[in-house]
């Protein structure tokens, strides 16, 4: 089983569309979690982190849930600017190690 | 402020060969970590240094190598080239190792032949 899990997709939603992604994550002594965002053969770029209070940043919605050890990324009205493979993150292990998900693409239609 | 960055762009090598690939970290980062991603997965973890030393290792063959220079640049080695090494090898840095988001140069993509 891998470490860190998401559907990899594709969402293919219409412009305006809210959309929800989600991941799950084995090791209960993951310390903390990150949404990034990887464009089609570019680098990934840190989205936002997520806390167990749950935070925003604009359309972008992050949660922890831990005793489920499940994530969630809620994206409202969609952009095509916000097509884009989405990589769950966890961190543990006692250093910053990151731990990638293989990702969830989205596509965003007119 | 530049970001991360790494050389070369791109490369193309065939089995057998050896290759080092450069990495410099955003200024005042003293961590960096090196990542490979094949098509259609997300990224995997091999090394971390952090002031020069190893701090991590991923499940990676002792084909690959790595270290870290006192002005925190990194270079990453990898001998005897196999076909599977092809991927985009990523470079990531922060300002230290405690549970941080670590931020990504635009990556080497190494092609084996």
């Known amino acids: 089983r891998k470490e860190v899990e998401q559907d990899p997709g594709p969402f293919n939603v219409p412009e305006g569309a809210t959309v929800a992604f989600n991941c799950t994550y084995s090791n209960s002594a993951s310390q903390s979690f990150f949404w990034y965002r990887q464009d089609c053969r570019k680098e990934p770029k840190l989205l936002m982190s997520v806390y167990s209070s749950g935070n925003e940043d604009g359309r972008f919605t992050a949660q922890l849930n831990r005793a489920s050890q499940y994530i969630s990324l809620l994206i409202r009205d969609s952009k095509l600017s916000d097509s884009a493979t989405y990589l769950c993150?966890?961190?543990?292990?006692?250093?910053?190690?990151?731990?990638f998900g293989a990702g969830t693409r989205l596509a965003v239609h007119p | 402020d530049a970001g991360v960055t790494q050389s070369p762009t791109h490369l193309i090598k065939t089995r057998g060969q050896h290759v080092t690939l450069r990495c410099s970290p955003i200024?005042?980062?003293?961590?960096v970590s090196w990542y490979q991603q094949v098509l259609g997965q997300g990224p995997q973890f091999i090394f971390q240094?952090?002031?020069?030393?190893?701090?991590g290792r991923g499940n990676f063959p002792d084909r690959f190598s790595a270290r870290q220079f006192p002005n925190y640049s990194s270079e990453l080695n990898v001998n005897a080239l196999l076909l599977g090494d092809s991927a985009l090898y990523l470079c990531a840095s922060s300002l230290s190792t405690d549970y941080q988001p670590q931020h990504f140069g635009d990556g080497t993509r190494l092609s084996i032949l």
């Open positions: 993150v966890a961190i543990s292990g006692g250093y910053n190690k990151l731990i």
């Open positions: 240094y952090y002031e020069k030393e190893e701090r």
């Open positions: 200024s005042g980062h003293k961590s």
